[in-house]
C-alpha cells in the first residue's frame, strides 16, 4: 500500500508490451489483446474488455515523451539487475545503491540527450507502505524527459528465500505488473533489481480518504475502475493454482491464500515465545483459523446446504439468482482496492468541489489474483471503514445500502451492460430485488476480507525481516472484531 503520485500528461508514448508480450493486429474498434508467449510456446491472450474509451480521463499512466529510446527492463519482469539495495545500510549508502539501480534501469530518464551523461539525481524516503519501503528519485532539472521514478524496496522475508513460499509472491507480482503496465492500467513498468523494482512516480495526485471511497463524488468511479480491472481476462493464475486442476466449481486463490498465510502465521509463534504480544497473538491466530476451517470455509466454499437454506434458494426471485450467480463469478481481482491504493488527481477540474464526480486510478497490485467478484468489492467495502487508521467504527462507516447500490449499478454498468439494460427494463422488480440480494452477497463475503488481512498481519508481526513501522497486533485485533462484527449482522450468528 502506498501514497504514490502520477505525472499527468495529455501525449501518450508508444506502447511497449513485455518481451513475452506481442501486440495482435486489430482494427480501432476491436478489442485490444496481447499475446505471452510461454516457454512451452502455448500463448496466452490478455484481453482489456473495457469499451469505454474514456477510461483514462485526466490521470494517465503513461510518461512524457514518445520519442524515448527504452532499455531492455522496461516491461519486462525476466530482466532482473545485479544490484542490491540494503534499506539497513547507511543512508549515505542506501540512497548510492538506489541511484545505481536508477541509473541503470532507466537511465534514458535523466539525461538530456541520450548520449550524455545522467545529471544528479535526489533520493527522498516516502512513507505509507505497508509492504515495501518506498523512495522517490528525481532530478531538478526541468530539462530531463521526466520529473520523477518510484523505487520499492521489498523487505527481506525470513520465511523462504523460495518466491512462490513468501507472503508476496514477487515474480508473480512482477508479471502481473508488467502486463498492466503494458494496457496501461498500472504505473509504467521500468524494470527489477534484485530486491525491488522502478515504476512510473504517480505525481500532482493523492490517495483517497477511506471516507471517500463509496462518496458521491468517488464512488461511481471507483466502481468503474475496479470493474475495468476485473474485465482483463486471460491473466496467468499463480504458478501453485496453476499445477492443481480442480474440475469442481472454481473457488478461486483466496482459499489456497488463507491456507498458505494460516501455515506462515503457525510458523512464527514458535521463534516469538518471549515476545510480549505473543498471548494477543496466539489468540488471534487460533481464533481465525477455527473460524476458517470450522464455519467460514464451508460456509462460502462448499455445496452442502441444510433443509431450510434449499428452501430459501427454492423461493429466490429470478433476479435474487441473478445476483448471487453474477458475483460469484470468477475474475482477475484487486485484493487490496483500499483508500491509500485509490489515486485521484490534485488539481481542478477532478476536485473542484462544484464537481459531482471526480476521476480515479488504482495502483497496488501485490496482492491481485483470481478470485470470485463479489470478495474484491466486500474488500473495498471494508476499506471505506477507518482500518488502515486503527481506528474504525463499523456500523457507522460501512457504506449505507444507498452509497452501495450506487456503486453496484455503476459496475454492473461497466461489466455486464447487457445485464444492467435487462434490470432496467423491469419496473417492479428488477434492480430493487437484484441489488438486496447482492448487498446481502457482499456483507457474507466481508468476512473474507477481515480474516485474510487478520492472518497477513500476524505473518507480518512475525516477519523478522519487516522493519515497517505499524501495530500489525492492533490491526489484527480490529480485523478480528470486524468479522465477529459482520458474522453477526449479515449471518445474525
Known amino acids: 500500500m502506498t501514497t504514490t503520485t502520477t505525472t499527468t500528461s495529455t501525449k501518450k508514448e508508444d506502447d511497449v508490451s513485455p518481451p513475452f508480450l506481442s501486440s495482435s493486429s486489430s482494427s480501432p474498434t476491436s478489442t485490444p489483446r496481447l499475446s505471452c508467449s510461454s516457454s512451452n510456446s502455448e500463448s496466452t491472450t490478455f484481453i482489456s474488455n473495457s469499451n469505454d474509451n474514456n477510461d483514462i480521463k485526466e490521470l494517465d499512466f503513461t510518461t512524457t515523451s514518445s520519442s524515448l529510446s527504452y532499455s531492455n527492463h522496461r516491461n519486462n519482469p525476466n530482466h532482473i539487475a545485479p544490484i542490491y539495495v540494503d534499506i539497513h545500510a547507511a543512508p549515505s549508502i542506501r540512497d548510492a545503491q538506489i541511484r545505481n539501480a536508477v541509473q541503470t534501469i532507466c537511465y534514458y530518464h535523466f539525461s538530456k540527450q541520450e548520449e550524455e551523461e545522467i545529471l544528479e539525481l535526489q533520493v527522498k524516503q516516502l512513507g505509507g507502505g505497508l509492504s515495501n519501503h518506498l523512495y ?19 523487505p527481506p522475508d525470513t520465511f523462504s528465500s523460495d518466491s512462490s513460499s513468501s507472503l508476496i509472491n514477487r515474480e508473480y507480482e512482477n508479471k502481473i505488473m508488467a502486463i498492466l503496465s503494458s494496457l496501461h492500467m498500472a504505473p509504467c513498468y521500468y524494470g527489477r533489481f534484485i530486491n525491488g523494482r522502478i515504476e512510473q512516480f504517480l505525481e500532482d495526485v493523492r490517495p483517497l480518504r477511506h471516507d471517500e471511497v463509496l462518496s458521491e463524488k468517488f464512488g461511481g468511479e471507483v466502481a468503474r475502475a475496479l470493474g475495468g480491472l476485473h474485465l482483463v481476462s486471460g491473466i496467468p493464475r499463480h504458478e501453485e493454482e496453476e499445477k492443481e486442476v480442480v474440475e469442481e466449481e472454481d473457488m478461486g486463490e483466496v482459499v489456497g491464500t488463507i491456507e ?21 497473538v496466539v489468540n488471534i491466530t487460533s481464533f481465525l483459523e477455527r473460524e476458517w476451517e ?9 455445496s452442502t446446504t441444510s433443509e431450510e437454506e434449499k428452501q430459501k434458494e427454492e423461493n429466490k426471485n429470478v433476479y435474487s439468482e441473478k445476483a448471487t450467480s453474477f458475483l460469484r463469478q470468477v475474475v482477475f481481482t484487486h485484493m487490496d482496492c483500499q483508500s491509500l491504493n485509490i489515486l485521484t488527481p490534485l488539481s481542478p477540474p477532478n476536485n473542484d468541489n462544484n464537481n459531482t464526480t471526480a476521476t480515479v486510478k488504482l495502483i497496488d497490485f501485490e496482492y491481485a489474483s483470481h478470485n470470485r467478484r463479489v470478495i474484491d468489492i466486500a474488500n473495498t467495502f471494508c476499506g471505506c471503514c477507518a482500518m488502515i487508521n486503527l481506528c474504525p467504527n463499523y456500523s457507522k462507516e460501512y457504506p449505507s445500502c444507498e452509497l452501495q447500490d450506487d456503486f453496484l449499478r455503476a459496475y454492473v454498468g461497466k461489466v455486464a451492460p447487457a445485464l444492467a439494460m435487462e434490470l432496467d427494463e423491469e419496473e417492479e422488480e428488477g434492480w430493487s430485488v437484484f441489488l438486496q440480494q447482492a448487498r446481502m452477497e457482499v456483507g457474507k463475503h466481508t468476512l473474507i476480507s477481515h480474516l485474510l488481512y487478520g492472518v497477513w498481519s500476524i505473518v507480518q508481526w512475525g516477519n523478522e525481516g519487516c522493519d515497517i513501522d505499524f501495530d500489525y497486533v492492533r490491526y ?3 480485523r478480528m472484531e470486524g468479522y465477529l462484527y459482520f458474522k453477526k449482522r449479515f449471518w445474525g450468528i
Open 260 to 280: 498458505k498465510w494460516m501455515q506462515m502465521a503457525q510458523s512464527v509463534l514458535p521463534y516469538n515465545q518471549k515476545h510480549a504480544d505473543l498471548e494477543r
Open 136 to 154: 522517490v528519485v528525481s532530478s531538478s532539472s526541468s530539462e530531463t524527459t521526466t520529473s520523477s521514478v518510484l523505487v520499492r524496496i521489498h
Open 294 to 302: 470450522e464455519w467460514l470455509y464451508p460456509s462460502l466454499f462448499t
Open 476 to 478: 489484527a485485533e480490529l
